[in-house]
């Protein structure tokens, strides 16, 4: 039996996962608040780029918490810098093995 796939509306399908991407975030922050009554709170990375995040977060400051966040600008996700600088050091043959760790302030 052959099932027709539904018509998915790509935009409310996004929609919906970015409401429940920031509620989620929003549910685990508030938790990690009760829990440690921190009253600052940073958002950064690829994910602070997203507008609806960003106002999600501001909107915290009606509850007494102060939230900080670089200008859009400096939000980006670095992955694509880090996947060349893979690549060139792959190219010249520079490879490490399995027990190198992170190192989050590692010059490239």
Do not use: W
């Not at 996700?77 to 010249?92: E, K, P, T, V, W």
């Amino acid at each position: 039996m052959h099932h027709k796939n539904p018509e998915i509306n790509k935009a409310d399908l996004c929609a919906s996962f970015q409401n429940t991407v920031t509620e989620i975030l929003l549910n685990n922050i508030e938790k990690a608040i009760k829990q440690t009554n921190v009253k600052t709170i940073v958002l950064a990375g690829g994910v602070s780029a997203n507008s609806y995040i960003r106002k999600a977060f501001l909107n915290l400051e009606d509850k007494g918490i102060k939230i900080y966040m670089p200008d859009i600008k400096l939000c980006t996700d670095n992955a694509a810098m880090i996947a060349s600088s893979g690549y060139f050091n792959y190219l010249n043959k520079n490879i490490s093995n399995f027990t190198l760790n992170a190192v989050p302030n590692l010059k490239l």
